[in-house]
């Protein structure tokens, strides 16, 4: 691998897109966990900051699609996307308070597709992300 001249980039600031570095590097059989990542970044003597951005579903709104979408919004769906909104939680104060990582959350939205016969999740962070960088700027 190459050597990073990190003093030729100057500023730098990393901007982390949780459900992509979730699944691209699954797709390619890689594991990345955002201690080494926050460790890599700290290398340069230039870091102005690490930020990531992620959605996460409420349980006051699987509550709700599961009250109005019993027929394509399982109670086992409900408990997996409970369950991993804890874990996500936890990772997350960690990721804040032991990696010096900002968290920026919003509520996962749930689309029904009524054809399909289930519920889609949007996370949708990208915008979020642009317009932190620009406000950066």
Partial sequence: ??????????????????????????????????????????????LVDIKLFDSIPLVADLDKLRKFHKDIFTQAEHDLYAKRSLGQNKIFNRAQSDWGITVFTKPLRFIADFEKRQVIPKGDCDIDMVVEVIRKR
């Fill in 1 to 46: 691998m190459k050597t990073i001249n990190w003093q030729k980039l100057g500023r730098i600031s990393v901007c982390i897109d949780n459900a992509n570095l979730i699944h691209s590097p699954t797709k390619l059989g890689w594991k990345v966990g955002l201690e080494k990542l926050s460790l890599f970044a700290r290398q340069s003597g230039n």
